[in-house]
């Protein structure tokens, strides 16, 4: 059947392709308690058992939403991965009070540098999130059984490339390299190999995804604000904004390096991969003057209902026809223009490359 799909889209006479997804990727970025928008994002996905799921990539809290996923799925299938992933995320919230880091939550890590090392800061090097994740999750049995095939990234620090970890690599030590953000955590080391971020080289990874994805849609699930309506002027602001800029400036790169991909010759799987993109910036009316690491319940709360409310409208856009629910990974001139736009009507529709 594939042979005869590539025959019918040379000659330009292929169907179009079944809407929802039938079978899905998914590219989960980073950024702190703003990964409640892809928990929302994912619980929508959940409720429509039409979409199946082939592979997640995600750093960060990207990273820890893709493992509680699979691991849910895996031991009891999406009703089980939905309450992991709640139960998750209120855990957090009310760890969050001890954090050691609770203090300074709203103060951009770069001018926490200026001020404590989390050496200094939490000496003893505790961090709730390892316990949370050892407790939900059977790393040994997710490298043995996962239903999803699994690319979490992190950062090496010794020359700052990705490294991206597959399912049978994965660990709670993997999750938190992947999440350890260096002015706030101490460094994880696999193997003897110090790890920092994910999101430092790619945020999510996108070019692996592609490049393992056996589904000819991915979804980017956007976590970090992009964009700002204002100058910043304060030293806070300022710091935010260079954060934010770096954090999305990978995942613009490798949108950019699919795009030229198709362009110069791409690979028939290439040519059929639609990659649609929706952003919790689009859905949190100020967000960018939010702080990600406040894991206060009501604002993981309205995040999360924002990413079921901004799933189930790239899934409408795509049944009504407003705009093409099946973009190429090339046709995007410019990452920015992949997020929703608003029709004549006044509604919301999502724009899809």
Request: charged residues 25%.
């Amino acid at each position: 059947m594939r042979v005869l799909d590539r025959t019918l889209e040379r000659l330009g006479l292929a169907a179009a392709p079944a809407w929802p997804p039938r079978r899905l990727s998914l590219a989960l970025q980073g950024g702190g308690s703003f990964g409640a928008f892809t928990w929302g994002a994912l619980e929508r996905l959940l409720d429509h058992p039409e979409i199946g799921f082939d592979a997640v990539s995600g750093v960060s809290a990207g990273a820890v939403n893709a493992t509680l996923l699979a691991a849910g799925l895996m031991e009891g299938g999406r009703a089980a991965a939905k309450a992991r992933l709640e139960r998750f995320w209120r855990r957090m919230s009310r760890a969050a009070a001890f954090l050691p880091s609770a203090a300074l939550a709203g103060l951009p890590l770069g001018l926490m540098s200026r001020a404590l090392s989390p050496y200094l800061l939490n000496p003893f090097n505790l961090n709730p999130l390892r316990e949370a994740l050892a407790d939900e999750i059977d790393f040994a049995r997710l490298r043995a059984d996962s239903p999803l095939r699994l690319l979490i990234g992190a950062t090496r620090v010794r020359d700052g490339a990705l490294r991206v970890f597959t399912t049978a690599e994965i660990s709670v030590d993997v999750v938190l390299a992947s999440a350890c953000l260096p002015l706030i955590h101490h460094t994880i080391a696999i193997d003897g190999e110090p790890y920092w971020d994910g999101g430092y080289s790619a945020n999510p990874p996108l070019l692996a995804l592609a490049a393992a994805t056996r589904a000819d849609h991915i979804l980017v699930v956007q976590a970090t604000p992009a964009t700002v309506d204002r100058l910043p002027t304060t030293p806070a602001e300022i710091a935010r904004r260079l954060e934010r800029i770096q954090f999305n400036a990978t995942l613009n790169a490798e949108l950019a390096a699919l795009r030229h991909a198709r362009r110069i010759g791409a690979t028939p799987k290439l040519k059929r991969l639609r990659v649609g993109r929706i952003s919790a910036q689009d859905g949190v009316a100020g967000l960018e003057d939010e702080s990600a690491g406040n894991l206060d319940w009501s604002f993981l709360a309205r995040l999360r209902d924002s990413g079921r409310a901004e799933v189930e409208g790239w899934i409408g856009a795509g049944r009504r026809g407003d705009s093409p629910p099946d973009g190429r990974a090339d046709e995007a001139a410019n990452p920015a223009s992949l997020g929703p736009q608003t029709d004549r009507s006044g509604g919301r529709r999502c724009r899809e490359r």
